[in-house]
């Protein structure tokens, strides 16, 4: 099984930066990673996949790059609606696993 | 429109079966590349894929539960059923049912909204 494992655990930033997120596989994924985006009491929601397609409807400010065993995801210019948790997915192999997520908080 | 939406219990005995129904709209499980899972979360922590099942009937079950977890889908109701036999406390989450679709289309695309399980005595 692969794990995919996150960091940091939270970070702190302050609306208007940048925030940058990092999500690293035990073995190579390829390019088999998403990330999904979770505010509390909801499901989570897709972002990125292919580990660098945003998903439909998706803003820009969002990009993924990476492939192999790492992976990272960038928020440009934090609005008030990104803080939230964020989970990293690879899909490489059987089963799928989910990294621990990243918190995003307000600084 | 594609919608999905889980049901059943929200409070379940150790040692009893699980069963959870996820209902969908928008979309066909007969559709070749079309796939639906299973995917659970504790309280505060991540997010665990549970089970999946496929266009074709193929099934595919975590490696930790494999042995008290089955899949199955009802095409024409729209419907696909997740079994969990021996629940345990520590089983306590929330279930989202989620579908996927594509040639290499394996992640999560579309969630149901969850539906919260409590093992308790």
């Known amino acids: 099984e692969i794990v995919m494992t996150q960091s940091p655990a939270t970070l702190s930033v302050s609306p208007g930066e940048r925030a940058t997120l990092s999500c690293r596989a035990s073995?190579?994924?390829?390019?088999?990673l998403a990330w999904y985006q979770q505010k509390p009491g909801q499901a989570p929601r897709l972002l990125i996949y292919?580990?660098?397609t945003r998903a439909t409807g998706i803003p820009a400010r969002f990009t993924g790059s990476g492939s192999g065993t790492e992976f990272t995801l960038t928020i440009s210019s934090l609005q008030s609606e990104d803080f939230a948790v964020y989970y990293c997915?690879?899909?490489?192999?059987?089963?799928?696993?989910f990294g621990q997520g990243t918190k995003l908080e307000i600084k | 429109q594609v919608t999905l939406k889980e049901s059943g219990p929200a409070l379940v005995k150790p040692t009893q079966t699980l069963t959870l129904t996820c209902t969908f709209s928008?979309?066909?499980?007969?559709?070749?590349?079309?796939?639906v899972s299973w995917i659970r979360q504790p309280p505060g922590k991540a997010l665990e894929w549970l089970a999946r099942?496929?266009?074709?009937?193929?099934?595919f079950y975590s490696t930790s539960l494999k042995t008290r977890l089955t899949i199955s889908k009802d095409t024409s109701k729209n419907q696909v059923v997740l079994t969990m036999t021996n629940m345990d406390p520590v089983d306590t989450a929330t279930y989202y049912c989620?579908?996927?679709?594509?040639?290499?289309?394996?992640?999560?695309?579309?969630w149901g909204q969850g539906t919260l399980v409590t093992v308790s005595s």
């Open positions: 997915q690879q899909y490489n192999n059987w089963p799928y696993t």
């Open positions: 292919g580990a660098s």
């Open positions: 989620a579908r996927s679709y594509g040639t290499n289309g394996r992640w999560a695309e579309y």
């Open positions: 928008g979309f066909s499980l007969s559709t070749s590349g079309m796939r």
């Open positions: 099942i496929d266009w074709d009937d193929d099934k």
């Open positions: 073995q190579s994924v390829s390019s088999n």
